[in-house]
């Protein structure tokens, strides 16, 4: 997990935000949200913690099916 936290910081400090073809939240975080930065932060915590979800799970698949 310590390799996710490397590549997670590297992606925060860009500014680079993910968008999976399975999350659709995330689609909708690549819209402008200047006149609702509410919407905007609130969008932008979800897709972290399902990035954060999606992430441990792939690793855990990962392991199982070595």
């Known amino acids: 997990m310590e390799d996710w936290q490397k ?10 935000r ?3 073809l399975d ?4 689609h909708q975080g690549m819209q402008d949200t200047k006149e609702d930065e509410f919407t905007g ?3 932008g915590a979800i897709n972290s913690m399902l990035v954060e979800m999606m992430a441990t ?3 855990k698949d990962y392991e199982q099916r070595r």
Request: aromatic content about 0%; hydrophobic content about 50%.
């Open 41 to 43: 932060r609130m969008l």
């Open 7 to 16: 590549r997670k910081s590297a992606i925060d400090s860009k500014g680079l």
């Open 23 to 26: 999350l659709p939240t995330s």
């Open 57 to 59: 799970i792939a690793r």
């Open 18 to 20: 993910i968008v999976a």
